[in-house]
């Protein structure tokens, strides 16, 4: 936008970009707010005011007035599945933010009719029946109604999943299928699969099912990643660390990355993790990958962070709320430890799925051992995600050996099933954010996307600092809540921390990275429930306008279009935006109230300046004259 008072006038030191007239929230504890920022060869050069940046603005610097909205770093998850979501995005129908079971079902059947012969609909993650008004499932006969010929897969977290008759035909599935380890096969009376599949309490069973759908070729895998991390950037997100998975090989399914970065075509920064694949050859992946790269290899766009979220099969805890804690093998430590031990001596950090603090007491029992031998604390990053019933012990444990934590916000889906297994005095520390701060743990802050909570990281703000579901359950007292400020922080300078990069992401000072966000509304003064319907109007990633709406539209990047052209995304986009919820009548009142006692300040403040009779105000009513 041209903008009155900035002329041009820098040569040598002109910014490529400088965003002016914002409310700043820096990270800095030197300069913590600031009007105006600007950016040159990706690094930020002046964080200050309009006079600040003014002898900055060069006849080809791109300046950008804010309007007065808030302006944030750009947001980090520290554990999102951002690899494998981009490789599946346009083939997915997302219900991520749809308030009823009956716009889903619409939306299901609508795209049942574009899809091809041949070709499944797939819901994958990002929703919960709690947000549902309905709040339930849909049921095999809705799925088949919606769509008699076409394949239809729906997840349900890490519990279930929901096939229709063409989709269990294209599984494989008959009465004679036996059914996998940790899983079940639902069936009638009749012994036929009924549809419904599932974890007890593995995932596997769901995932190797929907590995079964037809996946991308090619081209289409690179446009279905950009258009996915342009749909992260829509959230203010510029950068992720990913959490690698099940069923995400090194290093054929990362070479869209790869491909992009030397493109120079990400939009979003990723360090990744590298997850060995098959139960009984973990040692030796490891060992392979330690010969072939080092964490930290690659640039500020794509970099190896480490190990994990596995490291041997046998350790993983899995996470089905609404069946019993899983028990794991007896003796898995002896290959734990061994592949801890050719991690930490080679220089490789790693991060753990671990779930239950069982799991974890085990885990650091071995951490320890090796700590006698000088492993622990080495130098090396090493964490813990998920943690949800992590004790006190254990985290003075974790802090001595020098870990840390990344948190998901899987309860704001899973809220409701907790409380129903383990009571809600459980799920009151579940996890313990607070504990975890107050012991100078880093805590990273993210949302475990794509298959179980939406990527969309202002619900996962919005689960830190209310505690309650997307079903609106209180799950976290307001003793385990954080406040705005540091839930943000969990989002920006933790994250640039589990990736070593705290020196230079995380915060907008000079000499950092230029990643921020202008949002659409002011994270640190909408209501709370409004948080969860915050958006970016104007992304940027190392001085690049990666995203960009409203006022701001036109000035991102081009894209190639949703290819294949059936694409759910080409029709619905990604999550599903819904409106904010305005005031209830409690609010109502509280904001009438606070209405009235301004009202008074300003009678009092004019009495004091003998504007006005310095008496209390009354209430006159005619009808009560006489």
Not at 356 to 364: A, E, F, G, M, V
Not at 402 to 413: C, D, P
Not at 495 to 516: H, I, N, Q, S, Y
Not at 591 to 604: I, P
Request: charge should be negative; aromatic fraction near 8%.
């Amino acid at each position: 936008m041209p903008v009155g008072g900035l002329v041009p006038s820098a040569t040598d030191n002109a910014a490529d970009l400088v965003v002016r007239n914002a409310k700043i929230h820096t990270g800095d504890p030197v300069r913590p707010q600031a009007e105006a920022i600007a950016v040159r060869d990706g690094v930020i050069t002046v964080v200050g005011d309009d006079k600040d940046v003014a002898p900055h603005v060069g006849p080809a610097t791109r300046v950008v007035d804010a309007l007065g909205r808030r302006v944030v770093p750009g947001l980090n998850d520290s554990h999102l599945h951002v690899i494998r979501g981009g490789l599946n995005y346009v083939l997915e129908l997302r219900w991520d933010g749809v308030p009823t079971l009956r716009q889903g079902l619409a939306m299901l059947r609508e795209q049942a009719a574009r899809t091809p012969k041949g070709q499944w609909v797939r819901v994958v993650g990002g929703w919960s029946a709690e947000q549902f008004a309905e709040r339930r499932l849909p049921t095999v006969a809705e799925l088949n109604a919606a769509a008699p010929d076409t394949p239809v897969f729906v997840l349900h977290l890490y519990q279930s999943a929901v096939l229709n008759r063409a989709a269990l035909k294209a599984s494989g599935y008959t009465r004679d299928t036996p059914d996998p380890k940790g899983g079940q096969i639902v069936r009638g009376r009749d012994g036929e699969p009924t549809g419904m599949l599932l974890a007890a309490p593995s995932a596997l069973i769901l995932y190797s099912t929907l590995a079964k759908a037809p996946v991308l070729d090619g081209e289409d895998k690179k446009t279905s990643t950009r258009h996915f991390l342009r749909e992260l950037n829509r959230f203010g997100l510029t950068s992720a660390i990913d959490a690698a998975g099940g069923f995400q090989n090194f290093p054929d399914n990362y070479s869209t990355v790869v491909e992009l970065a030397q493109a120079g075509e990400l939009s979003l920064r990723i360090a990744y993790h590298l997850f060995p694949q098959t139960a009984g050859q973990e040692i030796d992946d490891l060992a392979r990958w330690i010969e072939m790269a080092r964490p930290e290899d690659g640039d500020e766009w794509l970099r190896l962070n480490g190990a994990g979220e596995n490291l041997t099969w046998a350790a993983a805890d899995f996470e089905n709320f609404a069946q019993p804690r899983p028990e794991l093998a007896p003796g898995y430590e002896a290959e734990f430890e061994k592949a801890v031990r050719l991690l930490m001596e080679n220089g490789w950090g790693f991060r753990l799925h671990a779930t239950y603090d069982d799991t974890i007491r085990r885990d650091l029992a071995i951490f320890e051992k090796l700590a006698a031998d000088g492993l622990f604390p080495a130098g090396n990053r090493w964490l813990f995600d998920h943690a949800e019933t992590v004790s006190a012990d254990s985290l003075d444990r974790i802090a001595a050996l020098g870990g840390a934590m990344s948190v998901q916000n899987r309860l704001s889906f899973q809220g409701e099933a907790f409380v129903r297994r383990y009571g809600p005095g459980a799920a009151a520390d579940a996890p313990p954010i607070r504990a975890m701060l107050e012991r100078g743990l880093t805590v990273g802050a993210g949302t475990d996307a794509t298959r179980v909570s939406t990527y969309n990281p202002w619900v996962a703000l919005h689960w830190l600092v209310s505690g309650r579901t997307v079903g609106d359950l209180v799950v976290r007292p307001p003793h385990n809540r954080v406040d705005r400020r540091t839930a943000l922080s969990m989002f920006t300078e933790a994250g640039a921390a589990l990736t070593g990069e705290e020196g230079v992401k995380g915060v907008l000072r000079p000499g950092c990275l230029g990643d921020l966000a202008v949002l659409s509304e002011d994270y640190f003064a909408v209501p709370e429930p409004d948080i969860a319907h915050i958006e970016s109007l104007l992304t940027v990633v190392g001085g690049r306008i990666v995203y960009a709406a409203a006022e701001y539209e036109g000035l991102d990047e081009e894209l190639p279009p949703v290819s294949p052209e059936w694409s759910p995304v080409a029709h619905f986009g990604g999550y599903q935006a819904t409106p904010r919820i305005g005031p209830s009548g409690a609010r109502q009142a509280e904001l009438l109230g606070q209405a009235v006692a301004e009202s008074e300040q300003h009678r009092q403040w004019r009495a004091r300046r003998g504007l006005a009779p310095d008496t209390e105000s009354t209430v006159f009513d005619p009808c009560f004259s006489l």
